[in-house]
């Protein structure tokens, strides 16, 4: 049973940095690329940041590019995401997601980007 477990989020002011973690279970982690996605109040879902099995390549969406960083540990089974310089409307549910099982989603984690 595929697994996913966000953690990191939280209210920080603009200009801040947090890291988001996702720890997956139930599959082969290093078998999967692994994706980043959020979704804000109103708003559909959508693409953050997406990171290869064995890390050789990284996409970002052009409205973080820049400002975060994903990582993946095959050890641990974790992805991260690092957010850096964060805006307002970086404001949003975050959820990771498996490239092997894209209907898998776990709770997510909540952003809030405020003075």
């Known amino acids: 049973q595929v697994q996913l477990v966000e953690s990191g989020g939280g209210l920080v002011q603009p200009g801040g940095s947090l890291r988001l973690s996702c720890a997956a279970s139930?599959?082969?982690?290093?078998?999967?690329?692994m994706r980043w996605y959020r979704q804000a109040p109103g708003k559909e879902r959508e693409f953050v940041a997406y990171i290869t099995r064995t890390s050789s390549t990284k996409n970002y969406a052009d409205s973080v590019k820049g400002r975060f960083t994903i990582s993946r540990d095959n050890v641990k089974n974790t992805v991260y995401l690092q957010m850096n310089s964060l805006k307002a409307e970086d404001t949003a549910v975050y959820y990771c997601?498996?490239?092997?099982?894209?209907?898998?989603w776990g709770q997510g984690t909540q952003v809030t980007v405020s003075s």
């Open positions: 139930g599959f082969t982690f290093s078998r999967s690329g």
């Open positions: 997601n498996a490239l092997l099982y894209e209907n898998q």
